[in-house]
């Protein structure tokens, strides 16, 4: 989705143009939160070594995940008043426009989305290209690390965003259940390579949405062309999102919403 465009997922997603204009704008939060599977701190690195101006940054295993148990993947869900303390220290309240970026992949901005919305926040959007256009642009930089604020915003946690166990093997197992989407590349969901979870393939019945298929190069694309990718879904079939650990499913969930489906994210599917 460009500014050429228009502006038409501003529900979900905000181009650059709009980030410029709201730049210096106190009721605006940027949030960069770049990572690498393979490297856990190179996103901070390179935080540190230049980032939008005025940007926190989040750490997906330390800011965006819990503690590893048994059981909850690679990429559990945080504790959610320690989230909660984690975001009003960026000085978020309930009325903050949030803004979050990552290299333009999406899924790491996408997780901090999906975190946000999940505990009620209204206003978190995506910053449509990431760091990646915006340093393709040649817009500022900076070093500045903020210093930490005292937001304060309400916990409302969207339980109907969750889906449990049960609610996976129903759907994986029963006719008429919901749509399964594997969100992750189209070998790692045949089983071809698996370089990162235990057991390869897919849940049975899921069909696979590789969800970098929902951007053009860093830029999202529009409605009307995620309408047409998630085409021979069933508009009144519920839909349940999942990767290997809760990260990579949240473009798709993003990609759904804007096509207008109705999906719910699984806590660490595969992992």
Same mark, same amino acid.
């Given at each position: 989705m460009t500014s050429e465009k228009g502006e038409e997922s501003v529900k979900y997603i905000h181009s650059i143009n709009w980030l410029l204009e709201h730049l210096d704008d106190?009721?605006?939060?940027?949030?960069?939160?770049?990572?690498?599977? !393979?490297?856990?701190? !190179?996103?901070?690195r390179a935080y540190k070594q230049a980032h939008i101006p005025g940007a926190f940054y989040a750490h997906l295993d330390?800011?965006?995940?819990? #503690?590893?148990?048994?059981?909850?993947?690679?990429?559990?869900?945080?504790?959610?008043?320690?989230? &909660?303390k984690t975001v009003e220290a960026y000085g978020i309240t309930d009325e903050t426009v949030v803004i979050a970026y990552d290299n333009g992949d999406a899924m790491f901005a996408g997780r901090f989305w999906w975190l946000l919305s999940y505990i009620g926040h209204q206003h978190v959007y995506i910053l449509d290209g990431g760091f990646s256009e915006?340093?393709?642009?040649?817009?500022?930089? $900076?070093?500045?690390?903020? !210093?930490?604020? &005292?937001?304060?915003?309400?916990?409302?946690?969207?339980?109907?965003?969750i889906a449990s166990i049960e609610d996976?093997?129903?759907?994986?197992?029963?006719?008429?259940?919901?749509?399964?989407?594997? $969100?992750?590349?189209p070998e790692r969901y045949a089983g071809k390579v698996e370089p990162l979870d235990r057991v390869p393939g897919h849940i049975p019945?899921?069909?696979?949405?590789?969800? &970098?298929?929902?951007?053009?190069?860093?830029?999202?694309?529009?409605?009307?062309?995620?309408?047409?990718?998630?085409?021979?879904?069933? $508009?009144?079939?519920?839909?349940?999102?999942?990767?290997?650990?809760g990260?990579?499913?949240?473009?798709?969930?993003?990609?759904?919403? &804007?096509?207008? #489906?109705?999906?719910?994210g699984t806590k660490g599917a595969v992992s």
């Open positions: 106190p009721n605006t939060c940027i949030v960069d939160c770049r990572f690498n599977l !393979a490297d856990p701190d !190179a996103g901070e330390r800011d965006l995940s819990g #503690e590893k148990g048994v059981h909850g993947g690679r990429h559990p869900l945080p504790d959610l008043q320690v989230f &909660q915006w340093e393709k642009r040649k817009l500022p930089v $900076s070093v500045e690390i903020p !210093a930490p604020k &005292q937001g304060r915003i309400s916990l409302n946690v969207q339980q109907d965003w996976v093997k129903k759907a994986a197992l029963e006719k008429g259940g919901a749509i399964l989407i594997d $969100s992750r590349a019945t899921a069909v696979n949405y590789f969800f &970098q298929e929902g951007l053009n190069g860093s830029l999202w694309k529009t409605a009307e062309e995620q309408k047409e990718r998630f085409h021979k879904l069933n $508009s009144m079939d519920s839909v349940i999102v999942y990767c290997g650990s990260v990579s499913a949240t473009p798709n969930i993003i990609a759904l919403k &804007q096509a207008g #489906e109705n999906s719910r």
